[in-house]
């Protein structure tokens, strides 16, 4: 049984930083593309950051590019996204996600992901 848990949201100011982990279990983690998306309150589950098998590839949401950074520790099973110069704007529930059927690309679309895991709550005040 596939599970991806993260943790490491919470509260802080504007400005701030915070990192997300996400832990994977239950099956090869090394060959798997992974992805973070966000969904804030009446609005859909937008994708924020991907990360290949590899780690050599990476991809960025325009509104966190140069803020956030996504990576992966394939010897820990977790992938991580170091979150900067938070605004307010960010302020949502964080999922991380993988695609089990391929790891080689990185991929943007909810639907491109089979595995979600249960999210992390990231507020930022102004």
């Known amino acids: 049984q596939v599970q991806l848990v993260e943790s490491g949201g919470g509260l802080v100011q504007a400005g701030g930083s915070l990192k997300l982990s996400c832990a994977a279990s239950g099956r090869t983690f090394s060959s798997v593309a992974m992805g973070w998306f966000r969904q804030a309150p009446g609005k859909d589950r937008d994708f924020v950051a991907a990360?290949?098998?590899?780690?050599?590839?990476?991809d960025y949401a325009d509104s966190v590019k140069g803020r956030f950074t996504i990576s992966r520790d394939n010897a820990k099973n977790t992938v991580y996204l170091q979150m900067s110069s938070l605004k307010p704007e960010d302020t949502a529930v964080y999922y991380c996600a993988a695609a089990y059927y391929s790891g080689y690309y990185v991929y943007t679309k909810n639907r491109q992901y089979d595995r979600w895991g249960q999210g992390t709550q990231v507020t930022v005040s102004s």
């Open positions: 990360i290949n098998w590899s780690g050599g590839t990476t």
